[in-house]
């Protein structure tokens, strides 16, 4: 599978404003909280680019690879934290909005454990980590062979 296109060269003005983003969420969403979120999402949408970087980001940052090995059973696992539990229910409602259509359970759960600006932070780290995942798939972008 070869890129179909240089997305930052075609459209620089467009990436910067996702840079613009990122750099939001990165200083507003706790680190090992927004690693979580991205891998979910990314594992939701198959992106396999994005499952690669925000793994070796993840583990970079000192997360451990028991939580990151059974981040898509983290209903099953007692490895997370309540605060990450709501996030994560949160993130897989806006990553699969088409048949959830953010549930008002999802909401409650997140809402309870996340102030108003927490919880719209968290929302844009949820939005642009979907955004970067259809980007990333639409345009064949691969992992880096290591």
């Known amino acids: 599978m070869s890129q179909r296109l240089d997305y930052i060269k075609a459209s620089p003005e467009g990436f910067k ?3 613009g983003v990122e750099g939001h969420v990165k200083g507003s969403v706790e680190k090992q ?3 979580l979120v991205k891998l979910r ?3 939701i949408n198959g992106c396999a680019f994005c499952i690669d970087m925000h793994w070796r980001e993840a583990r970079a940052d000192g997360e451990g690879e028991q939580r990151l090995y059974s981040l898509d059973a983290w ?3 007692p490895l997370y934290s309540e605060k990450e539990r709501a996030a994560l229910g949160w993130t897989e409602a ?3 909005i088409a048949s959830t259509h953010a549930p008002d359970e999802a909401f409650a759960a997140a809402r309870a454990q996340f102030s108003d600006k927490e919880l ?3 929302s844009w780290a949820v939005a642009a980590i979907n955004a970067w995942n259809r980007i990333a798939i639409g345009f064949r972008v691969a992992p880096k062979a290591v």
């Open 41 to 43: 999402a990314s594992q």
């Open 94 to 96: 806006l990553t699969s």
């Open 75 to 77: 209903r099953e696992a």
């Open 17 to 19: 404003a996702m840079m």
């Open 120 to 122: 719209t932070d968290l």
């Open 33 to 35: 909280l927004l690693h």
